[in-house]
């Protein structure tokens, strides 16, 4: 028997031998499958990469695009202590790769990506309506530098919900070009197609911001004109909503020169013109303080007000003033020229054809609303 079982051994040693080395080239082949497989997805790879390297980012259309108001923070992420990986300055180009709720993920022209509000990117037509507001109001005379009273922010219309595009710091300066009395709109107003009633009524200031050359609006009741406090507590309470230093005198114990003032206030809450008294302010060395040297009252003056240095008329060379007053449902043009200490009325007449300097919306009417596209 174990003559036996030994030659049966010897007979199968052959076949289980081969069937070792028909394994042994099956798992061989298999090993050079998966190298094979290796290669081919690193080849891929690789190629992806060169490619990506010849084209960082897709071509972008201006539709694409979005534009930063100033000082916008981008996050690593949503959670509230994640870290600012940048700040974006004024008008920074960039896309939205993703959006979630409110926030958006963007990436700038220059390759910053981060988390951001959504509320704090203009889109294309926004950005491009706010171009054509700067553009209208190039030619438009400043009225006086005026001061955020704290944290205040630029709009694109004045409406309170209205886009921003810039924040004031407080005590930052701007130039005044205009005043507007709008209709107070919910803020439903922004997607709809007509104006829903108003609940209330706002004055806004239309206004230049002299680090960007860009124009837009801010609440009125929010800035004041930056007069030294010793002229403005004369105003007893009543809005400057134009003012302009037209001259100055010699404090006769100090030798310290004293700014003229020429400035002009508006009246009740509602009234849809801009100011109703102009007022000249000189410094008094005998009395040591500033008095009211010409004031004219119950006006329906509207701005803007031009001042026209080095100004000829029959009272001398001094510095002009030109007002546009309401009459009987019709504009007229005021002048008057300030010489020798004095000011002096010169003409008055109707105003016949385009006027010099429209701002937007016009004179004697509230500003109408259209909402933007």
Request: hydrophobic residues 40%; neutral net charge; contains cysteine.
């Amino acid at each position: 028997m174990l003559a036996g079982l030994l030659l049966l051994t010897a007979h199968r040693a052959p076949m289980v031998a081969a069937q070792y080395v028909v394994h042994a080239r099956k798992m061989d082949w298999s090993r050079s499958r998966v190298r094979i497989l290796q290669r081919t997805v690193v080849a891929v790879l690789a190629a992806g990469v060169l490619a990506g390297c010849g084209n960082e980012s897709p071509t972008l259309t201006e539709a694409d695009m979005f534009y930063s108001r100033n000082r916008v923070e981008l996050y690593t992420g949503l959670e509230p202590d994640a870290p600012v990986v940048a700040v974006l300055d004024f008008d920074t180009r960039a896309s939205i790769l993703e959006t979630h709720r409110s926030f958006v993920r963007v990436r700038t022209v220059a390759g910053q990506e981060g988390w951001t509000p959504r509320t704090l990117l203009l889109d294309s037509d926004l950005r491009r309506a706010l171009r054509e507001l700067t553009n209208q109001t190039t030619t438009l005379p400043g009225q006086g530098l005026y001061r955020a009273h704290d944290t205040l922010n630029v709009h694109t219309q004045p409406y309170r919900w209205a886009p921003t595009f810039y924040q004031l710091e407080k005590d930052e300066s701007f130039e005044m070009l205009d005043r507007m009395l709008v209709d107070r709109l919910p803020a439903m107003a922004a997607t709809a197609t007509t104006p829903p009633e108003p609940t209330g009524l706002d004055h806004w200031y239309l206004v230049r911001l002299p680090k960007l050359g860009q124009t837009g609006w801010l609440i009125a009741n929010m800035a004041y004109a930056d007069i030294p406090l010793e002229v403005a507590m004369l105003a007893q309470g009543r809005p400057i909503v134009a003012y302009f230093p037209i001259g100055s005198v010699a404090d006769e114990d100090t030798g310290e020169a004293k700014t003229t003032w020429l400035w002009f206030q508006s009246g009740g809450r509602e009234q849809v013109h801009d100011f109703e008294r102009m007022l000249v302010l000189r410094w008094d060395s005998r009395r040591d303080r500033y008095v009211v040297i010409r004031q004219n009252s119950n006006l329906t003056g509207y701005l803007p007000v031009e001042v026209i240095p080095n100004f000829e008329s029959e009272r001398g060379v001094g510095v002009g003033v030109r007002i546009l007053l309401e009459k009987n449902g019709q504009m007229h043009s005021r002048s008057h020229v300030y010489t020798a200490n004095r000011v002096y009325q010169l003409e008055e007449k109707p105003v016949i054809g385009a006027l010099p300097h429209v701002p937007p919306g016009g004179f004697g009417a509230r500003y109408e609303f259209s909402p933007v596209p």
